[in-house]
T-cell receptor
């Protein structure tokens, strides 16, 4: 079974500052993927970034980077230079390769303060 | 590029009425398809997923059903809606040859009165 834990229900960050959203996971599968999604108030789930369990380097996509620490089973999302438009819910998720399904965390609500 | 459509965007239905939500994907073939429900302020609950035409896996027993009549079409249905069926319904697809990344549609906000 897979489990995703997001312990921060809500966070605040000052505009232009960096912020880290925490995510830990648990799985017995040797091959898996980790994902982060953004859900603004409109409701649409927007894919942000992916990290494979065998990837040697941390994934980056523009202002988003995934701090992958395999031994600690953590996959934190780092958003650099926060913008007002980053205010949203953020969900961490994972899948075991070939499992066809994704397990989602409970989300973190990020609010960017001007 | 791939696009996923859902309709309607919003729906208000009385208790006991039927439901049909439709999801279609463009720009890909043989996708995995998923239906999720999200209650207000909560996470995502996987309802159904499909790896091919006519192949449906149910995750949560309830009064909803799903069908996949065509490769890129996924339908969520109910014969009689309950108050507890209210929520935000999201359809998603993934490329079975890829990384399992799921891409979501815009969602349908359903209110059962």
């Amino acid at each position: 079974a897979q489990k995703i834990t997001q312990t921060q229900p809500g966070m605040f960050v000052q505009e232009k500052e960096a912020v880290t959203l925490d995510c830990t996971y648990d799985t017995s599968d040797p091959s898996y993927g980790l994902f982060w999604y953004k859900q603004p108030s409109s409701g649409e789930m927007i894919f942000l970034i992916y990290q494979g369990s065998y990837d040697q380097q941390n994934a980056t996509e523009g202002r988003y980077s995934l701090n992958f620490q395999k031994a600690r089973k953590s996959a934190n999302l780092v958003i650099s230079a926060s913008q007002l438009g980053d205010s949203a819910m953020y969900f961490c998720a994972m899948s075991a390769r070939g499992y066809q399904k994704v397990t989602f965390g409970t989300g973190t609500k990020l609010q960017v303060i001007p | 590029s791939q696009t996923i459509h859902q309709w309607p965007a919003t729906l208000v239905q009385p208790v006991g009425s039927p439901l049909s939500l439709e999801c279609t994907v463009e720009g890909t073939s043989n996708p995995n398809l998923y239906w999720y429900r999200q209650a207000a302020g909560r996470g995502l609950q996987l309802l159904f997923y499909s790896v091919g035409i006519g192949q449906i896996s149910s995750e949560v027993p309830q009064n909803l059903s799903a069908s996949r009549p065509q490769d890129r079409q996924f339908i969520l249905s109910s014969k009689k809606l309950l108050l507890s069926d209210s929520g935000f319904y999201l359809c998603a697809w993934s490329d079975r040859r890829g990384t399992d990344t799921q891409y979501f549609g815009p969602g349908t906000r359903l209110t059962v009165l």
